[in-house]
């Protein structure tokens, strides 16, 4: 039986990831697009901790013409199962356009056929988003050799199984232009040779990319099946991403603090800390926990989520004991903002960042036109509540 | 009584005259009449002991450790089949006439679900927490949880509405019902006293909120039984409020209290006059479907004006998933779930000893069910009957407890022996009994400190797993069956459970 790339439990035992990692984030506060180059650079710095089993790169802003549709980028085994997606979408959506995704050979001893289609949803009674997260799982879980690195809009994934250089290489991330970057390189401990597993992972516009293990992994899976996100790709990165979807997305908050709401739940104060905070943040606070405690992931995780909803946003947090490491940082004119597992990442690009240590738990978010949420007061700080 | 009627005794006691000091403490201890104080011979003897029920009392408190109680050691010719414990019921069954009452929890050897459990720990890709000197939180809420807040931009300022009434419990661990009456009145006190002192719950039972309690209400769930007994406007107002349907001990079964047994202190608790029989009937009479529950639950709800979570007990039984289910569409804020080896006062033995299930099958199943539902995240899922140990807590809140319940293990804290002899109202020990004179043997700062020490005990147990598990609040444990693993010898039941078997790394996934 040939090997499948896209796949990991058609053939191979069926284990969750367990990794540590690297992770960066680059983002234009101009929305001036900026070449791959620097965060593939960023990259390379942080060789140390990777071991070549998988890497990858998120980009937003990619298709300016296209950018009403959702752009699905996929991994495909061969021509039956790209046939069967072509065929899965025909009957859900209409297909604008559709191109294979150039890479450069010879950098990688094996590969998939990458492909993009370019898409509309047809039904009217589902929102676009919820008609996009379905058909994204259907594929993901049913359509055997195909697996979708990602599915937003204006935005991609470009992920694979090797080292972040070579994955930088194989894709030309150099040549690409976006104005919003994340970068993930792997050392996973089990299951390797999956491009799927690789990060970021994608649902619909948010990318995550994750280092660290969630010891609440059964109970996130199943506080998200509940409300129809099935976990199948044993990754704990998948949790991460449907609750960031779930909670900043699904749940109607308002829009400018979503994001904030999701991070709360995700890694929330402690209780010897809420006891201590006005009567308004202290209900806010309690009630967050309560509503969404079983949202709450545990264990060591840094993080770096990406979205274009409801507008470009770049999300640094981290377990509340940070026992992963997150740098931040923004460059002199405060225009480019940064989010990277070491501090010498950073620098490789800029000398002459102003940086900071988030605190454990508490979100940095950099969302255009916004000021920056810093990380170093809790995430309410600065809200009327009541 | 005829020769012919007499069984041999279950235990020999006997007393060791060389040890002996010849205080009298043990006759003075003995309530069942086993051991006397001669006056003539100035010492203690053995009078009857076909009556002893191995309680330990009289060892406990003989000061010259005379005392020794062994099985009685007369043979039954070896039958694999026929068992003394058969023989025994029969001859007791011909003798009376009557249903066999018996104490405390189911005593057969089923097998014991908790015991093919084991759990998972940190190791390299993940850290431990170090529970002593990092947080860990075990606060847990009792009540209906929402899907989603619900949160308004007004000019300029959140305005987050209020989520449905929520009870903060400082450990996932609350004290079943045992009411005032099935218990004395001071180990009743002492286990009030330790709730509210470790900051958790305590269960009314079938009987009301003696008056002389009332500072403690709000560390009390009132039960809501079918009887009625002591239900008024007033002791609505507890913590909570809990229908009781079962019991794990009987399901499908009530409960009598006898008229000899309604004191004045019974009385002035339940609201019956003095003297009179107080009978729960088997089902409540107004409920009859789950539509009337849905009834019962909505006027709970209102006469306490949606200011307390109303809850349902019910017993573990074949078909507890989707009764569960209807729970939860009916609209109760938690569910109390009493498995088959629960504890009771008295109840008949051949019900105690074979119906219901084991409570670990019974929340796996539960959980599982109103996951597939997508309703589980509303309800608060409180388990019980019988958790044993801190571990038994640790494996029911992974297989998807919220919170785990203990009665019987509270009762052993105060002396407890499980003797099984509760129905007879002769407890040695002061704990099962309406007789004042027993009663006054459990000494309250003794006990209470005694009970509240066994809640912390295991509280920091949990602490120490949680931080080992490298998780640092207990929601992350809540149906986290990732983390646990299957050693016993039945593969059906490890499916059941949802829990892989040991050593095996396969991912269950979602299903």
């Given at each position: 039986?040939k090997k499948s790339l896209?796949?990991s439990f ?6 969750r990831?367990?990794s540590?990692c690297?992770?960066?984030g680059l ?5 001036k697009m900026?070449?791959?180059e620097?965060i593939?650079k960023?990259?390379?710095t942080?060789?140390?901790r990777e071991?070549?089993?998988?890497a990858g790169y998120a980009a937003?802003?990619?298709?300016p013409k296209?950018?009403e549709y959702?752009?699905?980028?996929l991994?495909?085994?061969d021509?039956e199962?790209?046939?069967?997606v072509?065929?899965f979408?025909n009957s859900?959506?209409?297909i604008v356009?559709d191109?294979?995704?150039?890479v ?8 998939p056929?990458?492909?993009?289609f370019?898409?509309?949803?047809r039904?009217e009674k ?10 994204m799982?259907?594929i993901n ?8 690195l990602?599915g937003?809009?204006d ?5 694979g199984?090797g ?5 930088a290489?194989f894709?030309q ?5 976006a ?8 050392f996973p401990?089990?299951t390797?040779?999956?491009w ?13 990319v994750h280092?660290g293990?969630?010891t ?12 129809g996100?099935e976990c ?25 603090i979503?994001?904030r709401?999701?991070?709360m739940?995700?890694?929330?104060p402690?209780?010897k800390?809420?006891?201590l905070m006005t009567?308004?943040?202290k209900k806010w ?9 079983k949202?709450?992931?545990?264990g060591?995780?840094?993080?770096i989520i ?6 470009p946003t770049?999300?640094g947090?981290?377990d509340?004991k940070k026992l992963?490491p997150m740098i931040a ?6 225009k ?5 597992s070491?501090?010498?990442?950073i620098h490789t690009?800029d ?16 969302s255009l036109?916004?000021p920056?949420?810093?990380g170093?007061?809790d995430?309410l700080?600065?809200?009327e509540?009541a | 009584m005829q ?9 020999k006691?006997s007393?060791d005259?060389?040890?002996c000091?010849?205080c009298?403490?043990c006759?003075v201890?003995?309530?069942?009449g086993?051991i006397?104080?001669d006056?003539?011979q100035?010492k203690?003897?053995?009078?009857d ?11 406990v408190?003989?000061p010259?450790e005379a ?7 007369v043979?039954?010719?070896?039958h694999a089949?026929?068992?003394p414990w ?5 001859s ?10 018996t ?7 089923y097998?014991?679900?908790f ?5 998972d ?6 850290p ?6 990092e947080?860990?939180?075990?606060r ?6 929402p ?9 300029g300022k959140y305005?987050?509405?209020?989520i449905?009434p929520?009870?903060?419990l400082?450990?996932p661990?609350?004290v079943?019902?045992?009411s ?6 001071n180990?009743?006190?002492s286990?009030l ?5 470790v900051g958790?719950?305590y ?6 909120l ?11 769930i009132?039960e ?7 239900v ?6 507890g ?15 009530g409960g ?5 047994k309604?004191?004045q202190?019974?009385?002035d608790t ?7 029989d107080a009978l729960?009937?088997?089902p ?12 019962l639950?909505?006027?709970l709800?209102e006469?306490?004006e ?5 809850g349902v ?8 998933a989707p009764i569960?289910?209807?729970i ?7 569910i ?5 080896r629960?504890?009771t ?6 019900i ?6 084991p409570?670990?099958?019974a ?8 996951r597939?539902?997508?309703?589980r995240?509303?309800?608060t899922l409180i388990?019980?009957?019988s ?11 992974a297989?998807?407890?919220d ?7 509270v009762?052993v ?6 003797c099984q002899?509760?129905?007879t109202?002769?407890?040695a ?33 949990l602490?120490?797993v949680l931080?080992?598990m490298?998780?640092d ?5 809540v149906?986290?069956r ?9 593969p ?8 892989q ?7 269950i996934?979602?299903?």
């Amino acid at each position: 039986m040939k090997k499948s790339l896209t796949k990991s439990f058609t053939e191979l035992p069926r284990e969750r990831e367990l990794s540590a990692c690297g992770i960066a984030g680059l983002f234009n506060l101009d929305k001036k697009m900026v070449s791959g180059e620097p965060i593939a650079k960023m990259m390379a710095t942080m060789e140390e901790r990777e071991n070549g089993l998988g890497a990858g790169y998120a980009a937003y802003g990619l298709f300016p013409k296209l950018k009403e549709y959702y752009c699905l980028q996929l991994i495909i085994d061969d021509e039956e199962a790209k046939r069967a997606v072509e065929e899965f979408l025909n009957s859900y959506t209409d297909i604008v356009k559709d191109e294979e995704v150039s890479v450069k050979k010879g950098v990688l001893k094996e590969y998939p056929i990458v492909w993009r289609f370019f898409v509309s949803p047809r039904d009217e009674k589902v929102s676009p988003d919820d008609t996009m997260k379905d058909i994204m799982m259907h594929i993901n879980c049913s359509i055997k050799g195909a697996f979708c690195l990602s599915g937003g809009k204006d935005m991609a994934v470009f992920k694979g199984n090797g080292w972040a250089t070579e994955i930088a290489e194989f894709y030309q991330i150099k040549d690409i232009k976006a104005f919003m970057w994340s970068a993930h390189s792997r050392f996973p401990t089990n299951t390797p040779g999956w491009w799927g597993g690789a990060h970021p992972f994608s649902l619909l516009g948010h990318a995550v990319v994750h280092n660290g293990e969630i010891t609440s992994y059964g109970t996130n899976v199943n506080y998200l099946k509940e409300f129809g996100y099935e976990c199948k790709l044993l990754t704990d990165t998948e949790v991460l991403a449907y609750i960031y979807d779930y909670i900043a997305r699904k749940c109607n908050y308002p829009e400018k603090i979503a994001s904030r709401i999701a991070m709360m739940a995700l890694a929330p104060p402690y209780w010897k800390d809420i006891d201590l905070m006005t009567p308004e943040k202290k209900k806010w606070a309690t009630n967050i926990r309560i509503a969404h405690r079983k949202a709450m992931a545990n264990g060591p995780f840094s993080i770096i989520i990406t979205t274009d909803m409801p507008k470009p946003t770049m999300i640094g947090h981290s377990d509340r004991k940070k026992l992963r490491p997150m740098i931040a940082a923004l460059s002199e004119d405060g225009k480019t903002f940064y989010l990277a597992s070491e501090l010498n990442a950073i620098h490789t690009i800029d000398r002459n960042v102003k940086y900071w240590q988030p605190d454990p738990g508490k979100p940095v978010i950099a969302s255009l036109g916004d000021p920056i949420i810093t990380g170093t007061k809790d995430p309410l700080e600065g809200l009327e509540l009541a | 009584m005829q020769a012919q009627d007499k069984t041999i005794p279950r235990f020999k006691t006997s007393i060791d005259y060389d040890k002996c000091i010849k205080c009298g403490r043990c006759s003075v201890n003995c309530p069942f009449g086993v051991i006397e104080f001669d006056r003539e011979q100035k010492k203690p003897v053995i009078v009857d002991t076909s009556k002893c029920v191995a309680c330990q009392r009289c060892a406990v408190y003989c000061p010259g450790e005379a005392i020794s109680i062994e099985e009685y050691p007369v043979a039954y010719a070896p039958h694999a089949n026929w068992t003394p414990w058969h023989i025994r019921a029969i001859s007791e069954q011909a003798r009376t006439g009557g249903v066999l009452a018996t104490g405390m929890g189911n005593d057969r050897s089923y097998p014991i679900v908790f015991d093919y459990l084991v759990w998972d720990a940190c190791q390299v890709t993940n850290p431990s927490i170090d529970a002593l000197r990092e947080p860990v939180e075990t606060r847990t809420f009792l009540g209906k949880k929402p899907k989603n807040l619900s949160i308004k931009e007004v000019n300029g300022k959140y305005v987050m509405d209020d989520i449905y009434p929520n009870v903060m419990l400082s450990t996932p661990l609350t004290v079943g019902h045992m009411s005032l009456g099935s218990i004395s009145y001071n180990a009743y006190t002492s286990i009030l006293r330790a709730v509210s002192e470790v900051g958790t719950l305590y269960g009314t039972g079938e009987g009301g909120l003696h008056p002389s309690h009332q500072a403690y209400k709000k560390n009390t769930i009132s039960e809501v039984a079918s009887g009625r007994f002591g239900v008024s406007p007033d002791y609505l107002y507890g913590a909570a409020i809990e229908i009781k349907i079962g019991q794990g001990a009987k399901p499908g079964h009530g409960g009598q209290l006898p008229g000899e047994k309604v004191t004045q202190l019974i009385s002035d608790t339940r609201g019956i006059p003095l003297g009179t029989d107080a009978l729960s009937p088997n089902p409540q009479h107004d409920i009859y479907s789950i539509e009337d529950l849905k009834t019962l639950i909505a006027a709970l709800h209102e006469a306490t004006e949606y200011s307390v979570p109303v809850g349902v007990k019910v017993a573990a039984v074949n078909n507890i998933a989707p009764i569960a289910s209807g729970i939860v569409r009916a609209d109760a804020d938690f569910i109390t779930i009493d498995g088959f080896r629960g504890s009771t006062g008295a109840a008949p033995r051949v019900i105690r000893d074979n119906a219901g299930i084991p409570i670990e099958l019974a929340v796996a199943s539960v959980d599982q069910h109103l996951r597939n539902e997508g309703i589980r995240h509303q309800i608060t899922l409180i388990a019980g009957g019988s958790l044993r140990s801190s571990s038994d807590l640790v494996k029911i809140i992974a297989l998807g407890a919220d919170v785990g319940m203990i009665s019987t293990a509270v009762l052993v804290a105060m002396g407890c022996k499980l003797c099984q002899q509760c129905p007879t109202g002769k407890c040695a020990w002061g704990i099962a009994t309406g007789n004042p004179m027993l009663g006054k043997r459990i000494d309250i700062d003794w006990a209470s400190k005694r009970a509240a020490n066994l809640l912390r005990s295991w509280t920091a147990d949990l602490d120490e797993v949680l931080g080992a598990m490298g998780i640092d609040a207990v929601d992350s444990l809540v149906g986290n069956r990732d983390r646990l693993r299957y050693i016993g010898p039945n593969p059906h039941e490890a499916k059941i459970l949802g829990v892989q078997h040991a050593g095996s790394r396969v991912e269950i996934g979602g299903e």
